[in-house]
């Protein structure tokens, strides 16, 4: 079947990384720009590949180039709302070819090309045809399929700017619904192979970490394909309609998780927030100082307030993780009504990238919009509190109040650790809001839990005794 492709293409190789130092070039990326868009259309040459700009034996080794990936499709029973949930296999399928590997999605996708593939004869055109091979395995219903790959600079951005205007569209038809007026959700499983523990619940106003798939690409995914990766969830009992909790979600999180969570809350960073997989489009973030939340999205270049890039952030609770303070999310989340519901919603963000912040500017209510800083007005946290002060941002009222005493927080150390000093000097004296509990997460089999506390702090300093 894959007789004319100088690799393998198996499962087996899904989850495959490409580290640097195995790299031959990369392909769009955060240094560099790229789409993947899946069209039906009426009328397909079956099996036609094309690759516009350079191929792969044109390029560098370490070189990076821009990248996208047309998938034109053709067959009697496709329906349009079926083409975000055939596009989100992209990252599935591409993962199949040996010494190719393919993160993210939509105009977020990040490719490498490993030095062996590339040695076997691997080209880009390969790829164009495993993947013709792959999506009518896949996908029966598809008749005829054509695969553009482009790498030429002004054809991809002439392509990712189309792609965007696609994605707008099918964006603004999920939002003319509510999870009240559904009665089932879904689930999805698709990036299990590498966050094994990881569940994404889909609702009409929580729409899929990746950003890629609403509740209509779930709904069209799970009738074509029952035994799918998607799949319905019945709503079951209301347990904590602000927090989002349900029975039924909890008990399948359980069961698609191997039983490592029981316990999902759809609309907060808190107790038990969503899984996180590595696909999301943003991570929120708890900031203990001010009682707050910031959000930071993947293509933010810079540090956070708290002195870490997206990067860490991410590695802080990706993989199929829940840990109390963080979460992914979709940017197209931050344009739900019930958008961290639970926890304050917009009132309790108090730090966004300014790109995000503009993107959303229709979506932030009007007397908040001036008062939530971005990277340009606050780089830390004592400039952060100067400008929410300034500005009178809603967190102060959290703030309020007198210093309480400081609980010493129970720590279990189930083995030795070696621990880092961490030299805290140049942070703010500013207390820790109340909080009924948060749990600071920390590596070595060690949990410190803080419950009803304030904190201040010039200078602290964890040492192993």
């Excluded at 013709?132 to 600079?153: G, H, N, V």
């Excluded at 609403?214 to 319905?232: L, Q, S, T, Y």
């Excluded at 933010?300 to 199929?320: D, K, N, V, Y």
């Excluded at 703010?428 to 070595?444: D, I, N, R």
Aim: glycine letters at 8%; aromatic letters at 8%.
């Amino acid at each position: 079947m894959f007789e004319d492709i100088p690799v393998d293409v198996s499962p087996m190789y899904e989850g495959e990384r490409i580290r640097s130092a195995n790299m031959f070039v990369e392909l769009a990326g955060p240094k560099s720009w790229g789409a993947e868009l899946v069209q039906v259309e009426e009328t397909v040459e079956d099996g036609k590949v094309e690759v516009i700009g350079p191929e792969l034996q044109d390029m560098g080794e370490g070189d990076i180039h821009p990248l996208g990936i047309k998938i034109e499709i053709q067959g009697e029973a496709l329906e349009k709302e079926l083409e975000g949930v055939i596009e989100r296999r992209t990252h599935e399928l591409c993962n199949y070819i040996k010494g190719f590997m393919h993160l993210n999605q939509r105009d977020q996708i990040w490719c490498r090309v490993s030095k062996e593939a590339l040695e076997a004869g691997f080209k880009l055109e390969d790829l164009a045809k495993a993947l013709l091979i792959l999506f009518k395995e896949e996908y029966p219903i598809i008749e005829s399929i054509a695969i553009t790959i482009m790498t030429d600079e002004d054809e991809v951005q002439r392509f990712v700017e189309k792609a965007r205007l696609q994605y707008e569209q099918r964006d603004a038809r999920a939002r003319e619904l509510s999870d009240e007026d559904v009665d089932v959700f879904y689930g999805c499983v698709m990036c299990q192979s590498f966050a094994p523990t990881h569940v994404c619940v889909v609702t009409p106003d929580r729409t899929a970490l990746c950003g890629a798939i609403n509740w209509f690409d779930c709904r069209a995914a799970a009738k074509m394909d029952p035994d799918g990766p998607i799949f319905e969830i019945e709503k079951g009992e209301v347990l904590d309609e602000v927090k989002g909790e349900y029975s039924t979600v909890n008990e399948v999180v359980s069961q698609r998780s191997q039983g490592t969570f029981d316990t999902v809350y759809l609309h907060s960073v808190f107790g038990h927030p969503h899984t996180s997989c590595g696909c999301f489009e943003a991570v929120a973030f708890y900031i203990p100082e001010l009682d707050g939340i910031g959000i930071v999205d993947r293509d933010f270049r810079g540090e956070t307030p708290l002195g870490i890039p997206f990067s860490a952030m991410a590695g802080q609770c990706s993989g199929g993780k829940q840990v109390e303070g963080f979460t992914g999310l979709s940017l197209e989340y931050m344009r739900s009504p019930k958008f961290l519901q639970a926890d304050g919603g917009y009132e309790r963000i108090i730090w966004l990238p300014k790109e995000i912040k503009e993107s959303l500017s229709e979506y932030i209510p009007g007397d908040l919009k001036d008062k939530i800083p971005t990277e340009e007005e606050s780089a830390n946290i004592k400039d952060m509190r100067a400008f929410l002060e300034e500005k009178g941002h809603p967190i102060l009222d959290r703030l309020e109040g007198t210093p309480g005493e400081v609980e010493e927080a129970p720590v279990q150390e189930e083995e030795s650790v070696e621990y880092a000093e961490m030299d805290m000097e140049a942070m703010p004296v500013a207390p820790v809001a109340y909080a009924p509990e948060f749990t600071m997460p920390a590596s070595g089999g060690v949990k410190i839990i803080f419950k009803n506390a304030k904190i201040y702090a010039e200078k602290v300093i964890i040492k192993k005794n």
